[in-house]
């Protein structure tokens, strides 16, 4: 690792994982072992693209568990803007409070997307839609637990992990094992440069618990989520076993290029790059999505 990541790794948080099929992705509580304090990270806002209907049901199920426990929610933390989930992070916020936490480099992701979806300069591009900017080594506290980010681009310049005493949420920069790891062909993403942040991940103890954003269930297994450093490290297709950033390179470049848009990237980049807000009404109260045309 670059430096040295002031992190409580002894605490062992409580993990609760919420799966959104649909997305194939897994939102997380975490719980403080020692206060009823908790955070949120990667929420899930539903959507029926083909409707055009957003609703709630997965946030409401983090809702309900986090009042049915009694637990005080102080963070909502998005590891990167999502090309393939919209967040439900401003929905839970309105309804439990918290702060909402990105990656600084936010302000990258939103100028590059603003110009894609021809956003006007009413866009803010600073990263003001969120309440705190995560830089490289930036803690916080959830309760008495102290929380890192550490900054992993590759994948989109603004990913980080977030690493809650013995656990790590490492957003798409890692998958399970036999998943491998995510694309890095998004604007803005370098192949190269994900290795290098992987390997930061894999530089963290052994014994790290890994908790993962997505799962597609490879050759059929059931879907799974959580993993450890030691595991990633022995078995992860694309990075383990000791393979070298330029069989890396070479591989997620070309496998890059065979791989279709996300289903969802297309209203998900609007919505994420505004912290979860759905675009302006107009002024009759009409909200819109844009499809930039051969724009991606």
Not at 217 to 227: A, H, L, V
Not at 257 to 283: K, T
Request: charged share 25%; hydrophobic share 35%; glycine share 10%.
């Amino acid at each position: 690792m670059d430096q040295t990541y002031p992190i409580g790794m002894t605490v062992k948080p409580d993990v609760t994982p919420f799966f959104d099929k649909p997305s194939n992705t897994i939102a997380y509580v975490v719980k403080d072992p020692n206060s009823s304090a908790c955070a949120v990270v990667d929420s899930v806002m539903d959507i029926d693209y083909a409707a055009g209907r957003i609703t709630y049901d997965h946030a409401d199920r983090m809702i309900a568990f986090i009042k049915e426990n009694g637990l005080e929610l102080e963070w909502l933390i998005e590891t990167h803007v999502h090309a393939d989930h919209l967040s439900a992070a401003p929905y839970i916020q309105q309804e439990l409070g918290g702060k909402l936490g990105i990656g600084e480099k936010i302000t990258v992701v939103q100028d590059t997307f603003g110009k894609v979806f021809n956003e006007g300069t009413e866009f803010q591009r600073d990263g003001s839609q969120f309440d705190r900017l995560f830089r490289d080594g930036d803690t916080y506290q959830i309760g008495t637990m102290t929380a890192c980010a550490i900054y992993t681009p590759g994948h989109t310049p603004a990913c980080m992990v977030h690493v809650c005493g013995n656990a790590a949420f490492v957003g798409d920069t890692l998958f399970m094992p036999d998943g491998g790891s995510a694309r890095a062909d998004f604007p803005g993403g370098d192949a190269g440069t994900l290795y290098d942040s992987i390997q930061k991940v894999l530089a963290l103890p052994d014994d790290m618990r890994l908790f993962m954003c997505h799962d597609y269930g490879p050759n059929g297994r059931n879907i799974q989520w959580e993993t450890t450093v030691a595991e990633e490290k022995a078995h992860n297709i694309h990075v383990g076993g000791g393979k070298t950033r330029e069989e890396f390179v070479k591989f997620r470049t070309e496998r890059d290029a065979q791989l279709d848009m996300p289903r969802l990237i297309i209203p998900s980049l609007q919505v994420n790059m505004r912290a979860g807000q759905l675009p302006p009404a107009d002024e009759d109260g009409k909200t819109f999505l844009k499809v930039p045309v051969n724009g991606l």
